[in-house]
């Protein structure tokens, strides 16, 4: 199983960012499981951002990005979205997207239950 994240950058303040993770594997089901985004700043533990269910019909965020950030998933394209509006230095981090092999499972907000992981994607905001 791999995830592929993209759509790093460096944005100014107040910008805009969207980034995607692309899911391929031949024994992962991407439509079946929930997925979720994380961020490690530097010098700080890897934190919980944003959340998908398997259908897609559930979401939740940690309250930092709240009503800023929007997670998404395209089933068909087997890739899940972070739209990322009104960004502040403070968002500056390394974002990894996450799997859970959990069938059918619901939103998940700890680390500790994701099964795969991106090799993360940087972005930057400078004030």
């Known amino acids: 199983v791999q995830l592929q994240a993209s759509g790093g950058g460096l944005v100014q303040a107040g910008g805009s960012l969207r980034l995607s993770c692309a899911a391929s594997g031949r024994t992962f089901t991407f439509s079946r499981y929930p997925m979720g985004w994380f961020r490690q700043a530097p010098g700080k533990e890897r934190e919980f951002v944003a959340t998908?269910?398997?259908?897609?019909?559930?979401?939740a965020y940690a309250d930092s990005v709240k009503g800023r950030f929007t997670i998404s998933r395209d089933n068909a394209e087997n890739t899940v979205s972070l739209q990322m509006n009104s960004l502040k230095p403070e968002d500056t981090a390394v974002y990894y997207c996450?799997?859970?092999?959990?069938?059918?499972?619901?939103?998940?907000?700890?680390?500790?239950?994701?099964?795969?992981w991106g090799q993360g994607t940087l972005v930057t905001v400078s004030s």
């Open positions: 996450a799997g859970r092999l959990t069938m059918y499972g619901p939103v998940w907000f700890e680390r500790a239950g994701y099964d795969y």
């Open positions: 998908i269910n398997w259908r897609g019909d559930s979401t």
